[in-house]
């Protein structure tokens, strides 16, 4: 079967430019031979000696030939990384947040891939349940490390009642196989309270450590739960109570693995620690953050971030009064507030605004999840003065500035009729607030 690659960006001064490729342009086969994915097709530009077959947006089709220094990159982009269409998840998770998305939202997020291309090129969890022997072969043969596997639990017999499927509960052989063919493995477990939690999650990470030194870490992350949930399996969400008991548990894990290979190995999502109004570890007790896109010790990392900024720039005051909001979701605020308040410049007021995350329901309480409408019902009802209003970067899309419920920036500083920016980072944070002054009553954001 044939596949084609379809272009979206040429590099600057790369090969690619050079050989006159635009986006749109189709990249049919490299030598004779097409690729199903970015992992084929990345092994086949390698080489020095090309021959590239293309289709134009016309639809004609041209080869190109060249040469080029071994591992030479050609400088383009691609409209997806699988070529043969994304492997999609054959699970009915009782946890699944796909499942509980509102409905008429943009097509994309409701799409349940598990693919372990994606695993092994963007960290996306799989669950492996889709895996062939062809898969697992191509796996050993290219050495497609390290993968992200979604566990849950080792329980045979619970992992298949949880994901709703029969090939769910052959994992630790999986598993086991995987770490004997020297693939090193990231591992994440969802925490769903009466379900994986207590003895079963003590056996999981007893099981998963015994795996050996390929098993690079366990992330445990809560159980999301949305309003969205009428036809979805009865689970409750985490107490504060519960909370601290998982964090007590865990915490007695980790100071053993620590005294016995010097890391922690298992590690908490950081709404454990909110949740349960509990310090959030120190940094280096996060072993360099091997799961920090999986929100483990995004928090710490937030903070470290910020305090480095604050030694980098000294602060002065501003030339009139400004009267600036920072919106977070609410399980933020306390980490926002004790930084902020440390922050003293004249004429400049702070307000932290937490929002009630109405659209996906009060138990979604992180900030990446914050969408446009609720952040502009909570801010117009807000008292007071507001010069500008700075907003989570997490909670755009990527590369876009566009919330989740496709609320722009634009139709929010029109609706609130002030400036509004979006800060991405703690040091972009830190840099707004100290700066802020450069965007008062300028209404175009790319001034």
Same mark, same amino acid.
């Given at each position: 079967?044939?596949?084609?690659?379809?272009?979206?960006?040429?590099?600057?001064?790369?090969?690619?430019?050079?050989?006159? /490729?635009?986006?749109?342009?189709?990249?049919? =086969?490299?030598?004779? #031979?097409?690729?199903?994915?970015?992992?084929?097709?990345?092994?086949?530009?390698a080489?020095?000696?090309?021959?590239?077959?293309?289709?134009?947006?016309?639809?004609?089709q041209e080869i190109i030939e060249l040469e080029k220094d071994y591992d030479d990159e050609l400088g383009l982009e691609f409209e997806s990384a699988v070529f043969d269409g994304i492997r999609r998840c054959a699970n009915n998770c009782v946890f699944?947040?796909?499942?509980?998305?509102?409905?008429?939202?943009?097509?994309?997020? +409701?799409?349940?891939?598990?693919?372990?291309?994606?695993?092994?090129?963007?960290?996306?969890?799989?669950?492996?349940?889709?895996?062939?022997?062809?898969?697992?072969?191509?796996?050993?043969?290219?050495?497609?490390?390290?993968? +992200?596997?979604?566990?849950?639990?080792?329980?045979? =017999?619970?992992?298949?009642?949880?994901?709703g499927n029969k090939a769910a509960g052959k994992i630790y052989e999986q598993l086991k196989e995987l770490t004997g063919h020297d693939i090193e493995v990231h591992t994440q477990i969802v925490l769903c309270p009466g379900f994986n939690d207590g003895q079963e999650l003590e056996k999981t990470i007893t099981d998963l450590?015994?795996?050996?030194?390929?098993?690079?870490?366990? =992330?445990?992350?809560?159980?999301?739960?949305?309003?969205?949930?009428?036809?979805c399996a009865a689970i409750n969400g985490f107490t504060a109570a519960q909370a601290q008991k998982v964090i007590e548990t865990v915490s007695g894990w980790q100071k053993k693995f620590r005294e016995k290979s010097g890391s922690?190995?298992?590690?908490?999502?950081?709404?454990? +620690?909110? =949740?349960?109004?509990?310090?959030?570890?120190?940094?280096?007790?996060?072993?360099?953050?091997?799961? /920090?896109?999986?929100?483990?010790?995004?928090?710490?990392?937030?903070?470290?971030?910020? #305090?480095?900024?604050?030694?980098?720039?000294?602060?002065k005051a501003y030339a009139k009064p400004c009267y600036l909001d920072i919106v977070c979701g609410l399980s933020a605020e306390k980490v926002l507030t004790p930084l902020v308040n440390k922050l003293n410049v004249p004429?400049?007021?702070?307000?932290?605004?937490?929002?009630?995350?109405?659209?996906f329901g009060s138990q979604i309480t992180v900030t990446g999840l914050l969408t446009g409408q609720d952040i502009i019902d909570k801010a117009v009802n807000l008292p007071g003065q507001r010069s500008g209003i700075i907003v989570p970067g997490v909670a755009l899309r990527k590369g876009e500035e566009i919330f989740l419920d496709n609320t722009s920036l634009d139709k929010m500083e029109e609706s609130?009729?002030?400036?509004?920016?979006?800060?991405?980072?703690?040091?972009?944070?830190?840099?707004?607030?100290?700066?802020?002054?450069? +965007?008062m009553n300028i209404g175009d954001r790319n001034e």
């Open positions: 079967m044939k596949y084609s690659a379809v272009i979206t960006n040429v590099h600057p001064d790369s090969i690619g430019e050079e050989l006159g /490729l635009v986006p749109g342009d189709k990249l049919l =086969a490299v030598n004779g #031979q097409s690729a199903k994915d970015l992992i084929e097709l990345s092994f086949a530009l080489e020095e000696n090309l021959e590239l077959l293309l289709e134009k947006a016309n639809g004609t699944c947040f796909v499942d509980q998305m509102p409905p008429n939202m943009r097509e994309s997020l +409701y799409v349940k891939d598990d693919d372990y291309r994606l695993s092994f090129l963007y960290g996306n969890f799989v669950t492996l349940t889709n895996s062939t022997r062809k898969d697992m072969a191509r796996i050993y043969r290219e050495h497609l490390s390290p993968l +992200y596997v979604s566990v849950h639990t080792t329980n045979a =017999a619970l992992r298949v009642k949880m994901l450590y015994a795996l050996g030194p390929n098993v690079l870490s366990a =992330a445990i992350v809560p159980v999301g739960l949305t309003r969205y949930r009428e036809n922690s190995f298992v590690y908490l999502a950081d709404e454990f +620690y909110l =949740a349960a109004d509990y310090p959030i570890p120190d940094y280096d007790f996060y072993d360099g953050f091997p799961q /920090l896109e999986n929100g483990i010790g995004i928090v710490r990392s937030f903070i470290e971030e910020w #305090q480095q900024a604050a030694k980098e720039k000294a602060s004429n400049l007021t702070i307000r932290i605004v937490p929002v009630e995350n109405k659209f609130l009729k002030i400036p509004v920016r979006a800060a991405y980072s703690a040091a972009e944070l830190h840099d707004l607030l100290l700066s802020f002054e450069n +965007y």
